[in-house]
């Protein structure tokens, strides 16, 4: 199903227009713009080549070009719609970074293609958790490599791509322990027994007898099949043939993709752990493997967060918040070469979190629109009215991700995928927060408790030389401020404010007043007036990430760029109360 300005059957256009969008956005071009009739006009020259698109503008100054609008002008002063090679042979950056960019996107598109023509369009709004998370085929809202998957071929993609809803057994391994880094939350055979359970269990121990692996000297693996098939080879050469590792085979549950790909929900057991698993593609922005040094690290910071939650009662009564826990974690061979390709996380079942009445849904669908053209939320929308329920979906997620910040100094990821959203025949009630291993941020001297703080200079050695900002400490609290605000407003929320001016003609400086609001009264409810004003979320501009400049220059972790603020302090047309 489309995103508001997508054209069905048109991934090429959407490609283009999302490549475009980023490239505007980011500054990488220098554009020319007029505006006239609400639309805003970008003329801009490249390698000699003149371009041109029609856009909306958006919170934050998203840019969201019009379907068909990109446009090169020809040699004989025509203007035809933009080949994608040519507009990517003519940007900046390195020639191997444009290859890898342009077969990204052909990728993408290619993808795309392969599901409107196999997978029937399905109405989506009843869908169970697991249906829904494989279903939410459009990717993400912004960047142009959004299905590239790039490894997959079409077999794969319709084998292990969350779209098709196609489910499989896990690979397991026998890895010598001298490889084996693990943090389990109970002794090694109780925690085995609880997650895979008796029959495979001792499946899997009749073929370790077989082998003669001792448990003392062999500990499991789990293994994606995709990802088993990827290292076969370089496993086979390496520690299969020094007898470091075995090969099981596939046992046990059947689990199923979520639109994250590597992410997957078990199929026979709904209420069971999900399971993230590292595979060697690249998707958006990185290489979807596990950082070695998080995986151990994820059950610490699960039970942090978690603790915090659980024992302030803030978000039990007033912003209610519930934390997935990743509670068991596994990574072998922790340096190179194959640091980060064989390993697992656990994390707790949304749907066993659910009480009687609650449905939950990834806050992605809400971005959405459908088989009859309108929103995913549509029918609750017309049911409990747009504006109450616009703004109890905004107290639901915004609120917990703020108090985290501002009350107890946590910065936590919480971009689309990362969040669920918990409610009741459709009115929100409650927020769900998942992915913490690579994805919070503090600083010791903003926290609340810091005695609390996980001592991470034991967790892992290489965090013990490691300078701010290169794992999970920051000394510069704009970098929490920047993390939840360009997660949660710049490329999340302001989504969903667009999609309701498409559909409903709700202008997006209201919805982000109604945002402002909440944030303006937060502190005088909890005492926070001084430690919110530290991170200076109204200041006119921002920086935020910008994801298209690192794809093609990638010499730094991370590039950002200033963007007008739709929370400034002196645009927004009213008086601020406490």
Same mark, same amino acid.
């Given at each position: 199903?489309?995103?508001?300005?997508?054209?069905?059957?048109?991934?090429? =256009?959407?490609?283009?227009?999302?490549?475009?969008?980023?490239?505007?956005?980011?500054?990488?071009?220098?554009?020319?713009?007029?505006?006239?009739?609400?639309?805003? +006009?970008?003329?801009?020259?490249?390698?000699?080549? =003149? @371009?041109?698109?029609?856009?909306?503008?958006?919170?934050?100054?998203?840019?969201?070009? !019009?379907?068909?609008?990109?446009?090169?002008?020809?040699?004989?002063?025509?203007?035809?719609?933009?080949?994608?090679?040519?507009?990517?042979?003519?940007?900046?950056?390195?020639?191997?970074?444009?290859?890898?960019?342009?077969?990204?996107?052909?990728?993408?598109?290619? @993808?795309?293609?392969?599901? =409107?023509?196999?997978?029937?369009?399905?109405?989506?709004?009843?869908?169970?958790?697991?249906?829904?998370?494989?279903?939410?085929?459009?990717?993400?809202?912004? +960047?142009?490599?959004?299905?590239?998957?790039?490894?997959?071929? /079409?077999?794969?993609?319709?084998?292990?791509?969350?779209?098709?809803?196609?489910?499989?057994?896990?690979?397991?391994?026998?890895?010598?322990?001298?490889?084996?880094?693990?943090?389990?939350?109970?002794?090694?055979?109780?925690?085995?027994?609880? %997650?895979?359970?008796? %029959?495979?269990?001792?499946?899997?121990?009749?073929?370790?007898?077989?082998?003669?692996?001792?448990? %003392?000297?062999?500990?499991?693996?789990?293994?994606? /099949?995709?990802?088993?098939?990827?290292?076969? $080879?370089?496993?086979?050469?390496?520690?299969?043939?020094?007898?470091?590792?075995?090969?099981?085979?596939?046992?046990?549950?059947?689990?199923?993709?979520?639109?994250?790909?590597?992410?997957?929900?078990?199929?026979?057991? /709904?209420?069971?752990?999900?399971?993230?698993?590292?595979?060697?593609?690249?998707?958006?922005?990185?290489?979807?493997?596990?950082?070695?040094?998080? &995986?151990?690290?994820?059950?610490?910071?699960?039970?942090?967060?978690?603790?915090?939650?659980?024992?302030?009662?803030?978000?039990?009564?007033?912003?209610?918040?519930?934390?997935?826990?990743?509670?068991?974690?596994?990574?072998?061979?922790?340096?190179?070469?194959?640091?980060?390709?064989?390993?697992?996380?656990?994390?707790?079942?949304? $749907?066993?979190?659910?009480?009687?009445?609650?449905?939950?849904?990834?806050?992605?669908?809400?971005?959405?629109?459908?088989?009859?053209?309108?929103?995913?939320?549509?029918?609750?929308?017309?049911? @409990?009215?747009?504006?109450?329920?616009?703004?109890?979906?905004?107290?639901?997620?915004?609120?917990?991700?703020?108090?985290?910040?501002?009350?107890?100094?946590?910065?936590?990821?919480?971009?689309?995928?990362?969040?669920?959203? &918990?409610?009741? =025949?459709?009115?929100?009630?409650?927020?769900?927060?998942?992915?913490?291993?690579?994805?919070?941020?503090?600083?010791?001297?903003?926290?609340?408790?810091?005695?609390?703080?996980?001592? @991470?200079?034991?967790?892992?050695?290489?965090?013990?030389?490691?300078?701010?900002?290169?794992?999970?400490?920051?000394?510069?609290?704009?970098?929490?401020? $920047?993390?939840?605000?360009?997660?949660?407003?710049?490329?999340?929320?302001? $989504?969903?404010?667009?999609?309701?001016? +498409?559909?409903?003609?709700?202008?997006? /400086?209201?919805?982000?007043?109604?945002?402002?609001?909440?944030?303006?009264?937060?502190?005088?409810?909890?005492?926070?007036?001084?430690?919110?004003?530290?991170?200076?979320?109204?200041?006119?501009?921002?920086?935020?990430?910008?994801?298209?400049?690192?794809?093609?220059?990638?010499?730094?972790?991370?590039?950002?760029?200033?963007? !007008?603020?739709?929370?400034?302090?002196?645009?927004?047309?009213?008086?601020?109360?406490?």
């Amino acid at each position: 199903m489309p995103l508001p300005l997508d054209i069905k059957g048109r991934p090429d =256009d959407r490609v283009l227009r999302q490549l475009v969008a980023a490239l505007l956005f980011e500054g990488v071009v220098e554009a020319r713009r007029s505006d006239s009739d609400g639309t805003a +006009h970008f003329r801009w020259t490249l390698a000699d080549r =003149d @371009f041109r698109c029609d856009a909306i503008l958006g919170a934050f100054g998203r840019i969201r070009p !019009l379907p068909g609008s990109v446009q090169m002008q020809t040699s004989d002063g025509n203007w035809n719609e933009a080949s994608l090679p040519l507009v990517v042979s003519s940007l900046p950056g390195t020639g191997i970074a444009r290859a890898k960019l342009l077969n990204e996107m052909k990728q993408t598109i290619a @993808f795309s293609e392969w599901n =409107d023509r196999h997978l029937a369009t399905r109405p989506r709004r009843k869908m169970d958790f697991a249906e829904l998370e494989g279903a939410i085929d459009e990717g993400h809202p912004y +960047h142009p490599c959004y299905k590239a998957r790039t490894g997959f071929s /079409p077999a794969d993609h319709a084998l292990f791509g969350p779209e098709a809803g196609q489910s499989f057994q896990l690979v397991w391994l026998l890895v010598a322990r001298r490889h084996l880094r693990q943090s389990l939350p109970a002794a090694e055979e109780a925690f085995w027994r609880a %997650e895979i359970g008796a %029959e495979t269990w001792a499946h899997l121990q009749r073929m370790r007898e077989k082998l003669g692996a001792s448990t %003392e000297d062999f500990g499991l693996v789990p293994m994606h /099949p995709w990802q088993w098939r990827n290292l076969s $080879e370089t496993l086979a050469s390496g520690w299969i043939a020094a007898g470091d590792v075995h090969c099981l085979g596939p046992a046990g549950d059947h689990y199923t993709a979520t639109q994250s790909v590597r992410s997957l929900l078990n199929r026979d057991r /709904p209420l069971a752990a999900s399971i993230k698993l590292p595979l060697n593609i690249v998707n958006t922005s990185s290489r979807r493997i596990l950082e070695p040094h998080s &995986v151990c690290t994820a059950p610490v910071i699960s039970r942090w967060i978690g603790e915090i939650v659980v024992s302030d009662p803030v978000f039990d009564e007033d912003y209610p918040l519930t934390v997935l826990q990743e509670y068991a974690g596994i990574i072998a061979d922790a340096d190179e070469p194959l640091a980060g390709q064989v390993g697992a996380i656990w994390r707790e079942s949304a $749907e066993a979190k659910l009480s009687a009445g609650e449905a939950v849904i990834p806050f992605t669908a809400l971005m959405m629109m459908e088989t009859d053209g309108r929103p995913f939320a549509d029918h609750w929308i017309r049911r @409990f009215g747009l504006m109450p329920w616009i703004n109890r979906l905004l107290e639901v997620v915004v609120l917990p991700v703020w108090h985290l910040l501002v009350y107890h100094g946590i910065a936590v990821e919480a971009h689309g995928q990362n969040m669920l959203l &918990v409610h009741r =025949d459709g009115w929100p009630v409650r927020l769900i927060l998942r992915d913490f291993h690579e994805s919070i941020e503090f600083s010791l001297a903003f926290l609340r408790e810091p005695e609390k703080a996980p001592d @991470f200079l034991s967790l892992h050695p290489s965090y013990r030389d490691a300078e701010p900002d290169q794992f999970y400490w920051t000394d510069n609290l704009d970098q929490l401020r $920047e993390l939840v605000m360009d997660t949660l407003f710049v490329y999340n929320l302001s $989504e969903i404010s667009h999609l309701l001016a +498409h559909c409903y003609a709700l202008g997006e /400086p209201l919805f982000w007043q109604r945002v402002d609001s909440l944030l303006a009264s937060y502190p005088h409810r909890h005492g926070m007036v001084g430690r919110q004003a530290q991170l200076g979320h109204d200041k006119p501009e921002i920086l935020t990430e910008s994801l298209m400049t690192r794809k093609l220059f990638a010499r730094k972790p991370e590039y950002h760029h200033v963007v !007008l603020n739709a929370l400034a302090a002196d645009k927004l047309q009213r008086k601020r109360k406490p």
